[in-house]
């Protein structure tokens, strides 16, 4: 009977440790992905070095292939906002964290928010991106960004 209880309650065990696993990382993620998002709203060079691996593969919604950098070679030579100039900010919803070790997978609607004076137009993307944790910090590796279209942005 030991013969057969012991591997079963190893068996939870280490199913119980690898599925809290994941719940240990996630708040660190999104706050990750918050901050991220909010340096993006206004073209702040490091909350992209801090975010993008070095190492990093980035498609675009347009399908457009880039890596690291080339990101922050685009973010630095941005001019600075003029006034009048349309302001977007960026979101997440639905996050979707799955964690495997030192590997996770972060899924989430992006939402775009463009004020241009009194008009308010709003996009969403699918996103999805692979963290790797090397040396105690989380950075993306791979990263995929998919444009909802217009009918799909209203459910």
């Known amino acids: 009977m ?3 209880l012991l591997p079963a309650f190893a068996a939870i065990v280490v199913a119980a440790v690898a599925h809290a696993a994941p719940a240990r990382d996630a ?3 999104t706050k990750m992905l918050d901050d991220f998002l909010a340096g993006a709203s206004v073209n702040d060079v490091e909350a ?3 975010f993008w691996a070095d190492d990093l ?3 675009g919604s347009s399908g457009r292939r880039v890596g690291k950098a080339e990101i922050l070679k685009e973010v630095r030579s ?3 906002p003029k006034p009048g100039d349309p302001k977007t900010t960026y979101s997440a919803e639905d996050v979707r964290i799955q964690q495997y070790g030192t590997t996770a997978i972060v899924a ?3 939402v775009a928010t ?3 004076g009194d008009t308010t137009d709003v996009a969403k993307y699918l996103n999805s991106g692979t963290f790797l944790e090397r ?3 989380w950075q993306v590796v791979c990263w995929q960004a998919t444009k909802l279209p217009e009918a799909e942005d209203a459910k």
């Open 114 to 116: 463009t004020v241009h």
């Open 78 to 80: 941005a001019p600075p």
């Open 135 to 137: 040396g105690g910090r």
């Open 108 to 110: 989430f609607r992006l």
């Open 48 to 50: 992209h070095d801090r």
């Open 2 to 4: 030991k013969r057969i």
């Open 57 to 59: 593969l980035y498609t």
């Open 27 to 29: 708040a660190r993620l």
